[in-house]
């Protein structure tokens, strides 16, 4: 074992981190904020509103996150005089800013799903109740649906974080340097394959089953309520079922 | 600017691409299920051994990105054999495991892991009273396995499996990183060969939704299949 190779080049691995992390809370983030209006949408009953988002979705997890990488980050080159026109043509330049888009657009479309399904898992009654109170509209979803909502689905969500953190190794292909990127870059050079790249996954290893941790002890604060003594842990099934298929 | 669907003679690589894409798939979804049952026979066996490896498996894999696992099985265990045989030997041996064959290991031993997970759930959903049962009537462990246990777990593990395919197969785009001649890697040839990178790579997009949308028909009639003979609400 090479051990040196690593801790040489202990800089240049926390720079990849730093890059995958950051690409991973921009993602998101954004994803986050976009699914939310999208998951409403798509629980309306107006076809209008409705399928198009339905449409939007289902594009977006019926292909391959590779796909939609390479049609954003090279298949804009294709429409580079439209996109010079009307000045968009420097954002589609940049494999960081495609790599950020493909995969905010990819995450939204999982998570809004996750929300529809969280959304229509909350009960009748509880929503009937909730109107016979006299809350209706915005703030039956404010206070009744979107708080239960985001109990429901958060391991799903957790899911979906992780799978998106892990994702992001693709992001190399177009020359960006995260962490893979930075794995790929010193094994060409230094030819210590198998170091690099254990390395390489306990780093992603570590991280992921961080996300699960943290996630995990939300989930557990946010279902105080649910638990019927204090001091009572969750199911031990719990944490891992956070890591099955999305 | 002419059409958008204009592939200048291409159009034949996004076929040719296709067959890999499904047979890459098909191979390795063989793989992943045997690997599954392997891996949940060792977490659900009393074996402490194949627990911990099973655990091991599943917990490893599950926490790596696919790309990483690709890359490092694809030349990590080439050259891991070359040194091994080499040691043993003392000459150079080269091998070369050609690519179809590395995808289909390659993702098949990904997606096993999660199989593992399916096929669990999938078996501990069985009330273990049939299994008593099925043992008082004097029948063996395989007899058991094959009569009462297996026709039940693929009930329960038709979604999860169907859900799996869906990822499955469109992991193996990863496949054109290691240039096997898939999908994903042929619109990539003829993209560049023709300059007309949004049409080719949207054009493989709606293939892999066509597949989507076929396998997701065909989940249907396959849990309609199993869950025949069971009564509904």
């Not at chain 2, 026979?41 to 498996?57: E, H």
Request: net charge positive; aromatic share 12%.
């Amino acid at each position: 074992m090479n051990i040196a190779v690593i801790i040489d080049n202990l800089p240049r691995f926390a720079a990849g981190l730093a890059l995958t992390l950051e690409i991973t809370a921009i993602s998101v983030v954004i994803g986050f904020c976009m699914a939310l209006p999208l998951a409403l949408l798509r629980v309306s009953r107006n076809p209008l509103l409705w399928m198009p988002v339905y449409g939007y979705i289902f594009y977006f997890r019926g292909t391959p996150l590779l796909v939609q990488l390479f049609l954003i980050y090279y298949g804009s080159g294709q429409f580079r005089d439209q996109l010079e026109a009307i000045g968009l043509w420097p954002f589609f330049r940049e494999p960081i800013y495609c790599a950020v888009l493909s995969l905010t657009l990819n995450t939204a479309a999982y998570t809004a799903e996750i929300m529809r399904g969280a959304i229509q898992a909350v009960q009748h009654g509880e929503i009937e109740a909730a109107r016979a109170c006299g809350m209706s509209g915005g703030l039956l979803y404010r206070r009744i649906i979107l708080p239960m909502a985001f109990r429901v689905g958060l391991p799903a969500y957790t899911n979906e974080i992780v799978f998106l953190f892990q994702a992001t190794s693709l992001v190399s292909i177009i020359s960006l340097l995260d962490l893979t990127g930075v794995a790929r870059i010193l094994i060409s050079r230094s030819f210590a394959a198998y170091e690099i790249w254990i390395f390489t996954g306990a780093l992603y290893l570590a991280v992921s089953y961080a996300i699960i941790w943290l996630f995990g002890k939300l989930e557990h604060s946010w279902s105080g309520h649910l638990r019927d003594r204090p001091g009572v842990q969750l199911a031990p099934g719990a944490i891992k079922q956070a890591v099955a298929l999305r | 600017m002419d059409s958008l669907f204009d592939f200048h003679g291409y159009g034949w690589m996004l076929w040719d691409g296709l067959r890999v894409t499904i047979l890459v798939g098909l191979c390795a979804i063989v793989v992943a299920l045997a690997m599954g049952l392997l891996g949940c026979w060792g977490k659900l066996s009393g074996n402490r051994a194949a627990r911990i490896a099973a655990d091991a498996y599943t917990t490893i894999v599950r926490g790596v990105p696919e790309l990483v696992l690709i890359i490092l099985v694809y030349y990590g265990v080439t050259t891991l054999l070359q040194h091994v045989l080499q040691a043993i030997y003392g000459a150079e041996v080269l091998i070369d495991i050609d690519r179809f064959s590395a995808g289909v290991i390659t993702i098949g031993f990904i997606y096993g892991a999660f199989a593992t997970e399916v096929f669990r759930g999938a078996f501990l959903a069985i009330p273990k009273g049939q299994g008593e049962a099925a043992k008082a009537c004097g029948m063996n462990r395989v007899l058991i396995f094959r009569r009462i246990l297996m026709p039940q777990a693929w009930r329960f593990a038709l979604p999860g499996l169907g859900n799996l395919w869906l990822v499955l197969i469109k992991a193996t785009a990863l496949m054109s990183v290691i240039q096997l001649d898939e999908l994903m890697r042929k619109a990539d040839i003829a993209a560049r060969a023709v300059r007309l990178p949004f049409t080719f790579y949207f054009a493989a997009s709606l293939i892999y939704l066509g597949i989507t949308i076929v396998s997701m028909l065909l989940q249907q009639r396959a849990e309609g299949w199993a869950n025949r003979g069971v009564r509904r609400a």
